[in-house]
């Protein structure tokens, strides 16, 4: 059974930084990639970045030097470091098990069964 677990969201002021965590289980980094979504407040959902096994990433513009994707294979686990966050930056962010094309075209390959609930990062001063 796939399961991926987001953590690490929150209220952080402009200009702060947040680390998510996704904790996974029942699939392989060899295999899947770890790609990040978030959805904001009545926006569209966006392909924020992507990691695969070789290491190749993925950043969306809004982004591109402000985030820093990562994995680790000894913890089964994906991180997204973010800096310099900003208000437009609030929304809810799930981890996915999704290939980074499709994460780069926002597009939910696999499914919902490969996807996290979510966690809220709320960036206000």
């Known amino acids: 059974q796939v399961q991926l677990v987001e953590s690490g969201g929150g209220l952080v002021q402009p200009g702060g930084s947040l680390r998510l965590s996704c904790a996974f289980s029942?699939?392989?980094?060899?295999?899947?990639?770890i790609g990040w979504f978030r959805q904001a407040p009545g926006k569209e959902r966006e392909g924020v970045s992507c990691?695969?096994?070789?290491?190749?990433?993925f950043y969306a513009d809004s982004v591109q030097g402000r985030f820093t994707i990562s994995s680790d294979y000894t913890k089964n686990a994906g991180y997204l470091l973010m800096n310099s966050l900003q208000p437009e930056d609030t929304a809810v962010y799930y981890c996915?098990?999704?290939?980074?094309?499709?994460?780069?075209?926002?597009?939910?390959?696999?499914?919902?069964?490969?996807w996290g609930k979510g966690t809220l990062v709320t960036v206000s001063s």
């Open positions: 990691i695969n096994g070789l290491g190749s990433t």
């Open positions: 029942g699939i392989s980094l060899d295999d899947f990639a």
């Open positions: 996915a098990a999704e290939p980074c094309w499709a994460v780069e075209r926002n597009m939910a390959y696999y499914g919902s069964h490969y």
